[in-house]
Protein backbone atom coordinates (compact mmCIF):
# COMPACT_ATOMS: atom_id res chain seq x y z
CA UNK A 1 0.00 0.00 0.00
CA UNK A 2 0.64 3.66 0.13
CA UNK A 3 3.55 4.79 2.14
CA UNK A 4 4.19 8.09 3.90
CA UNK A 5 7.04 8.55 5.27
CA UNK A 6 7.94 11.58 8.21
CA UNK A 7 11.42 12.65 9.38
CA UNK A 8 13.06 13.05 11.49
CA UNK A 9 11.56 10.43 14.38
CA UNK A 10 12.73 11.86 17.00
CA UNK A 11 14.31 15.59 17.51
CA UNK A 12 15.58 17.31 20.77
CA UNK A 13 15.80 20.98 20.10
CA UNK A 14 16.97 24.19 22.35
CA UNK A 15 14.51 26.54 23.26
CA UNK A 16 14.25 29.45 20.27
CA UNK A 17 15.73 27.16 18.40
CA UNK A 18 13.67 26.33 14.78
CA UNK A 19 12.74 22.63 14.03
CA UNK A 20 11.51 21.44 10.68
CA UNK A 21 10.00 18.09 10.39
CA UNK A 22 9.37 16.65 6.43
CA UNK A 23 6.23 14.80 5.49
CA UNK A 24 6.66 12.46 2.01
CA UNK A 25 4.05 10.55 0.21
CA UNK A 26 6.75 7.93 -1.24
CA UNK A 27 4.46 6.12 -3.81
CA UNK A 28 1.42 8.68 -4.84
CA UNK A 29 1.09 12.18 -5.58
CA UNK A 30 -1.13 14.29 -2.68
CA UNK A 31 -2.18 17.70 -3.15
CA UNK A 32 -3.32 17.98 -0.12
CA UNK A 33 -1.39 16.41 3.51
CA UNK A 34 -2.65 17.35 7.43
CA UNK A 35 -0.68 18.32 10.31
CA UNK A 36 -1.91 16.89 13.58
CA UNK A 37 -0.16 17.49 16.60
CA UNK A 38 -0.97 14.83 19.88
CA UNK A 39 -0.29 15.22 23.00
CA UNK A 40 0.91 11.77 26.09
CA UNK A 41 -2.83 9.88 26.37
CA UNK A 42 -4.59 11.99 24.08
CA UNK A 43 -6.18 12.09 20.32
CA UNK A 44 -5.28 13.52 17.01
CA UNK A 45 -5.57 17.18 17.02
CA UNK A 46 -5.73 18.77 13.63
CA UNK A 47 -3.36 21.95 13.06
CA UNK A 48 -3.37 22.15 9.42
CA UNK A 49 -4.52 21.54 5.61
CA UNK A 50 -1.46 21.78 3.59
CA UNK A 51 -2.08 22.51 -0.33
CA UNK A 52 0.45 21.82 -2.67
CA UNK A 53 1.10 25.24 -4.28
CA UNK A 54 -0.81 27.35 -2.41
CA UNK A 55 -1.32 28.71 1.33
CA UNK A 56 -2.23 26.67 4.40
CA UNK A 57 -4.91 26.16 6.17
CA UNK A 58 -4.97 26.58 9.83
CA UNK A 59 -7.07 25.59 12.24
CA UNK A 60 -8.55 27.71 14.80
CA UNK A 61 -5.74 28.48 17.55
CA UNK A 62 -3.17 27.52 15.79
CA UNK A 63 -0.36 30.10 15.31
CA UNK A 64 0.57 30.72 11.64
CA UNK A 65 3.92 32.45 11.88
CA UNK A 66 5.05 29.53 14.61
CA UNK A 67 3.69 26.49 12.74
CA UNK A 68 5.12 27.35 8.97
CA UNK A 69 3.84 25.05 6.04
CA UNK A 70 5.25 24.93 2.79
CA UNK A 71 3.83 22.24 0.61
CA UNK A 72 6.15 22.83 -2.50
CA UNK A 73 6.11 19.94 -4.63
CA UNK A 74 3.10 16.88 -4.58
CA UNK A 75 5.03 14.28 -2.87
CA UNK A 76 6.08 16.53 0.14
CA UNK A 77 4.62 18.80 2.78
CA UNK A 78 7.25 20.36 6.16
CA UNK A 79 6.55 21.63 8.81
CA UNK A 80 8.79 24.42 10.71
CA UNK A 81 8.11 24.93 14.55
CA UNK A 82 9.49 28.65 14.96
CA UNK A 83 11.13 29.79 17.84
CA UNK A 84 10.34 26.33 20.06
CA UNK A 85 9.41 26.59 23.57
CA UNK A 86 8.80 23.69 25.98
CA UNK A 87 5.33 23.60 25.63
CA UNK A 88 6.08 22.75 22.00
CA UNK A 89 7.11 19.70 23.30
CA UNK A 90 4.56 17.00 21.52
CA UNK A 91 3.96 14.25 18.74
CA UNK A 92 3.41 15.53 15.71
CA UNK A 93 1.72 13.73 12.77
CA UNK A 94 1.30 14.33 9.17
CA UNK A 95 -1.01 12.72 7.07
CA UNK A 96 -1.72 12.47 3.05
CA UNK A 97 -4.54 10.71 1.33
CA UNK A 98 -4.63 8.86 -2.00
CA UNK A 99 -8.02 8.41 -3.56
CA UNK A 100 -9.45 5.87 -0.56
CA UNK A 101 -7.55 6.30 2.51
CA UNK A 102 -5.54 8.98 4.53
CA UNK A 103 -1.80 7.60 5.25
CA UNK A 104 -0.07 8.85 8.35
CA UNK A 105 3.20 9.07 8.91
CA UNK A 106 5.11 7.05 11.46
CA UNK A 107 5.06 10.21 13.26
CA UNK A 108 8.19 12.93 15.38
CA UNK A 109 8.53 13.77 18.59
CA UNK A 110 9.71 17.17 19.38
CA UNK A 111 11.36 17.82 22.70
CA UNK A 112 12.67 21.79 23.39
CA UNK A 113 14.30 21.92 26.63
CA UNK B 1 -18.78 22.58 16.16
CA UNK B 2 -18.20 18.98 15.07
CA UNK B 3 -17.57 16.35 17.81
CA UNK B 4 -17.00 12.72 17.82
CA UNK B 5 -17.43 10.91 21.60
CA UNK B 6 -15.99 7.52 21.92
CA UNK B 7 -16.48 4.88 24.58
CA UNK B 8 -15.10 3.39 26.34
CA UNK B 9 -12.02 5.20 27.03
CA UNK B 10 -10.04 2.02 28.43
CA UNK B 11 -11.09 -1.53 27.61
CA UNK B 12 -9.72 -4.90 29.36
CA UNK B 13 -10.81 -8.18 27.41
CA UNK B 14 -9.72 -11.52 28.03
CA UNK B 15 -7.76 -13.02 25.03
CA UNK B 16 -10.34 -14.94 22.22
CA UNK B 17 -12.88 -13.10 23.81
CA UNK B 18 -15.01 -9.90 21.57
CA UNK B 19 -14.18 -5.75 21.69
CA UNK B 20 -16.42 -3.50 21.30
CA UNK B 21 -16.09 0.13 20.70
CA UNK B 22 -18.87 2.66 20.25
CA UNK B 23 -18.52 6.46 18.46
CA UNK B 24 -21.40 8.68 18.26
CA UNK B 25 -20.45 12.10 15.89
CA UNK B 26 -22.41 15.22 15.57
CA UNK B 27 -22.16 16.06 11.72
CA UNK B 28 -24.72 14.82 9.84
CA UNK B 29 -22.91 15.75 6.63
CA UNK B 30 -20.33 13.52 7.76
CA UNK B 31 -19.85 10.43 4.93
CA UNK B 32 -16.32 8.54 5.96
CA UNK B 33 -15.52 6.41 9.15
CA UNK B 34 -12.32 5.22 9.65
CA UNK B 35 -10.87 3.51 12.71
CA UNK B 36 -7.23 3.81 13.45
CA UNK B 37 -5.28 1.58 15.26
CA UNK B 38 -2.21 3.30 17.23
CA UNK B 39 0.78 1.82 18.77
CA UNK B 40 3.40 3.41 21.33
CA UNK B 41 5.21 5.55 19.27
CA UNK B 42 3.73 5.49 16.15
CA UNK B 43 1.48 6.79 13.69
CA UNK B 44 -2.25 5.79 13.50
CA UNK B 45 -2.85 3.09 11.40
CA UNK B 46 -5.65 2.35 9.44
CA UNK B 47 -7.78 -0.68 10.31
CA UNK B 48 -11.19 -0.51 8.68
CA UNK B 49 -13.50 2.16 7.17
CA UNK B 50 -16.82 2.50 6.72
CA UNK B 51 -18.68 5.10 4.18
CA UNK B 52 -22.33 6.80 4.60
CA UNK B 53 -24.07 4.22 1.52
CA UNK B 54 -22.90 1.26 3.67
CA UNK B 55 -24.24 -0.16 6.91
CA UNK B 56 -21.28 -2.48 8.21
CA UNK B 57 -18.20 -3.85 6.45
CA UNK B 58 -16.25 -6.56 7.83
CA UNK B 59 -12.30 -7.53 7.04
CA UNK B 60 -11.59 -11.10 9.12
CA UNK B 61 -11.78 -10.97 12.86
CA UNK B 62 -12.68 -6.81 12.62
CA UNK B 63 -15.90 -5.26 11.37
CA UNK B 64 -17.57 -1.86 11.90
CA UNK B 65 -21.46 -0.87 12.20
CA UNK B 66 -22.56 2.85 10.96
CA UNK B 67 -26.29 3.44 11.84
CA UNK B 68 -26.46 7.24 9.77
CA UNK B 69 -29.52 7.83 11.52
CA UNK B 70 -28.37 7.44 15.50
CA UNK B 71 -25.31 8.68 13.87
CA UNK B 72 -23.75 6.26 15.80
CA UNK B 73 -20.80 3.65 14.66
CA UNK B 74 -18.94 0.89 16.40
CA UNK B 75 -15.95 -1.65 16.12
CA UNK B 76 -15.96 -4.97 16.68
CA UNK B 77 -12.91 -7.08 16.81
CA UNK B 78 -13.70 -10.71 17.12
CA UNK B 79 -11.24 -13.54 19.29
CA UNK B 80 -8.77 -10.91 20.04
CA UNK B 81 -5.38 -11.65 19.99
CA UNK B 82 -2.11 -10.06 22.82
CA UNK B 83 -1.18 -8.17 19.59
CA UNK B 84 -4.44 -6.36 19.46
CA UNK B 85 -3.67 -4.74 22.12
CA UNK B 86 -3.09 -1.02 21.43
CA UNK B 87 -4.72 2.12 21.12
CA UNK B 88 -8.32 2.62 18.86
CA UNK B 89 -8.82 5.93 17.36
CA UNK B 90 -12.67 6.53 15.48
CA UNK B 91 -12.67 9.44 13.11
CA UNK B 92 -15.05 11.76 10.89
CA UNK B 93 -15.05 13.65 8.17
CA UNK B 94 -16.10 16.74 7.72
CA UNK B 95 -15.81 19.81 5.55
CA UNK B 96 -14.91 19.03 1.95
CA UNK B 97 -12.71 16.68 2.31
CA UNK B 98 -13.55 12.91 3.37
CA UNK B 99 -9.99 12.50 5.14
CA UNK B 100 -10.16 15.87 7.18
CA UNK B 101 -10.79 13.87 10.18
CA UNK B 102 -12.23 14.95 13.37
CA UNK B 103 -11.04 12.17 15.77
CA UNK B 104 -12.72 10.52 18.95
CA UNK B 105 -10.34 10.36 22.09
CA UNK B 106 -9.46 6.91 21.68
CA UNK B 107 -9.82 3.76 23.28
CA UNK B 108 -7.12 1.86 25.56
CA UNK B 109 -7.74 -1.83 24.35
CA UNK B 110 -6.13 -4.40 26.71
CA UNK B 111 -5.54 -7.86 25.94
CA UNK B 112 -5.39 -10.22 29.11
CA UNK B 113 -3.70 -13.57 28.27
Known amino acids: GAVVSQHPSWVICKSGTSVKIECRSL??????MFWYRQFPKQSLMLMAT?????????EQGVEKDKFLINHASLTLSTLTVTSAHPEDSSFYIC?????????FGQGTRLTVV | GENVEQHPSTLSVQEGDSAVIKCTYS??????FPWYKQELGKGPQLIID???NVGEKKDQRIAVTLNKTAKHFSLHITETQPEDSAVYFC????????????WGAGTKLIIKP
Open chain 1, 27 to 32: DFQATT
Open chain 2, 91 to 102: AASYGDSNYQLI
Open chain 2, 27 to 32: DSASNY
Open chain 2, 50 to 52: IRS
Open chain 1, 50 to 58: SNEGSKATY
Open chain 1, 95 to 103: SAPDSTEAF
